[in-house]
């Protein structure tokens, strides 16, 4: 059994535009000690999701169905009180802008002291002395030190790191990182995923990296759901995702971006764009949502909804190019052809 | 031009269109009498026609240097000649006259735009500051320029929360090209924006390049982005360029330690290319105070005892490729360029 089982999961909010689906029928599931990488693009529900398995969802929106299961128990279903335990001792989160977490007026020490005293009977001294542990685990220089800091006296990467170690103080089963590089330099990025990686291995963390840049999913992720518009579109282990990408959409991204080549040569071809834009939430195209920008769009793409099909080898995407009928028929048209 | 001053990218070798001389820009604090050196005596030319990018994290001096170069900001000292007229020289008039030339784009298209002030209005600001055309005339233009940047000139009575955010970039690069300049300076143009539509956006540019013969000083963090745009680029430091060359040269020979660190901390999307990746100490140092002899010593695998005496300046190693380093092999015999 995974550790985490998503099944069905709705989370919508109810504007004067119209009923927004952030996150619009979800099902994926996490395995202990595992990377799993979710990436996408703003507005696809990326956030919504990571906020919805923690149950932390803003007003007005609200999660209107499905099931997140911890170990077989549905966390939907408990009391405030409940979830609360849960939150912190079995799964934690980290967000992109740590010091919009961080509380400016209290000492960094405090503040994970105060994440371990929630969970764990400790007296002040304990506390201080697992705090000063817990920052020597995520690599802080100084931690005896750095402990009576406030927020401001530390760089991004710093707070990065203390945020990691307040999540993981009370022995979290399950980190959900929302883009936790994205606002850093990308030589503190690659401090900060060799620590995630490394805490992985060592305590067997299962991790959801959310995040929008592929080439941090393709260095750190084992398997990859990518979302579009409230919806998972393609899942697949991330070699198979990034050698043959399967969705319109996720061949778009991996081809729209400029890769660094480091090979000494002019590259004059011009970067393949997507066309057009990703649609507003509460102006959603009939069927498939990407229809409208892709190239091999057909009539049937938006007479219906279009599900997710399951193409073995852990790999699964919402395309009607992958429906048992459209192949076959592609396939009597290929030999048709050939003969 | 003739095909002797020409190289294969078509930027003009000969005369630079920018020659900027030991650029300093300080920022006095007001506390302690400290100094932040965000750009600290840099030298460096744009050729016609091309395309140089510069490349830095967060504090480097890349935004401040972009700045300086249209005198938004007015440098501390040094030299900018801008196509043969000194810049720093000129009187608030002929100062005008000239930034018709010269335009920027911004990284955030929708704090760079009036939120109150039609599109048409926007695109249309530049025409009417510098007091060009008549009204028709500025509306066929506004027109003109949105279908340049491919936007349909049907919406220029729409205000820029109507758009996307890539719609509001080009919304920016038709006002920046409203006033036929010669050189845009392009500050993170496409960092803001998802990923599926920095392409379009980056392919903008390059048409526009080609059609207008612009010249592009291109500033960003994103490297991938840099080596994909650029004809040369700069790799700048705690306000100095440590190191400049071709792109294709730079990203393949990189020969200064920090390029090559920053060059190997890019993730790059394909999981089956692993590489040896150079992680950094500690974090980027403040401009405020910079370490003495070479300021990447501390965070450098390589730093020498000798790298806290000198303080190394860019010099030319192989043909067009200069470093400021003195564990490149030969650059003590090469020659200094600033």
Redesign the interface.
Known sequence: MALLEIEGLKTYFTTREGVVRAVDGVSFHLDEGELLGLVGESGCGKSVLALSLMRLVPPPGEIVGGRVLLAGRNLLELSEEEMRQIRGSRIAMIFQDPMTSLNPVYTVGEQIAEALRLHRKLSRREAREAAIEAMREVAIPDPDRRVDDYPHQLSGGMRQRVMIAMALACDPQILIADEPTTALDVTIQAQILELLDSLRRTRNLAILLITHDLGVVAETAERVIVMYTGRIVEESPVEELFAHPKHPYTEGLLRSVPKLTLAGVRKAERLQAIEGNVPKLTRLPPGCHFAPRCPYRMARCTESEIPLYELGGGVRVRCVLYDSTVIARADVEEKSATR | MNDSGMN??GADQTTPLVRVRGLVKHFPLEADGLVVRAVDDVSFDIFRGETLGIVG??GCGKSTLGRCLLRLIEPTRGEITFDGRDLLKLKSGELRALRRDMQIIFQDPYASLDPRMRVRDQIAEPLAIHRLGTKSERRARVAELMRKVGLDPDYMDRYPHEF?G??RQRIGIARALALNPKLIVADEPVSAL???????V??LL?DLQEEFGLTYLFIS?G???V???SDRVAVMYLGRIVEMAR???L???PLHPYTR????????????RKRE?I??RG??PTPINPPSGCRFRQ?CPEALPECAETDPRLREVSPGHTVACIRVPGWSSARQVE
């Open positions: 294969e990218a994290e967060s996307s890539g719609q998802d990923v599926s539509v920095q392409a379009q980056i392919n390059e963090h490297l991938a982005v080596e994909h745009i792109a294709e040269e990203y393949s020979r660190a920053l060059l190997s901390a890019i993730p790059i999307p394909d999981p089956r990746r992680i950094l974090d980027v965070r």
